[in-house]
């Protein structure tokens, strides 16, 4: 099953090119809910995750100064539109469940 860290480090990485996904979304999606604080610890202490890809409640991005400016450009040359200072959480927001789902119905109907 793996450590609290490793299974966010896991989400985390599963976050696709031109998706976003919030601090409390990797936490649920690692088995954690209510965990966001500890998404933001992992992301402070891990090298080579798409960090960028993981926002604030409701699309915002957290961070401040040159390191918002370095997220926002980086969601943007991957394609992902803003509305104000907010991601369109509609059109970009990751679902983590949704692939294995489709997999499996698309499974039993061939059964």
């Known amino acids: 099953m793996g450590s609290m860290r490793e299974r966010i480090i896991a989400v985390i990485r599963r976050i696709p090119r031109g998706k976003v996904l919030t601090?409390?979304?990797?936490?649920?999606?690692?088995?954690?809910?209510?965990?966001?604080?500890?998404?933001v610890a992992v992301l402070r202490q891990?090298?080579?995750?798409?960090?960028?890809?993981?926002l604030g409640a409701g699309g915002q991005i957290?961070?401040?100064?040159?390191?918002?400016f370095e997220q926002r450009f980086r969601?943007?040359?991957e394609g992902v539109a803003f509305r104000g200072r907010?991601?369109?959480?509609?059109?970009?927001?990751?679902?983590p469940g949704?692939?294995?789902?489709?997999?499996?119905?698309?499974?039993?109907?061939?059964?």
């Not at 891990?46 to 993981?54: A, N």
């Not at 907010?86 to 679902?95: A, N, P």
């Open 46 to 54: 891990s090298l080579g995750l798409p960090w960028h890809r993981v």
């Open 75 to 77: 969601l943007q040359a």
């Open 98 to 111: 949704k692939t294995k789902a489709r997999k499996n119905s698309a499974t039993r109907k061939a059964r």
């Open 86 to 95: 907010r991601v369109e959480m509609k059109l970009h927001e990751y679902k």
């Open 23 to 39: 601090y409390g979304g990797v936490a649920r999606a690692a088995g954690f809910p209510g965990a966001a604080r500890q998404v």
């Open 62 to 68: 957290k961070l401040q100064g040159e390191s918002a």
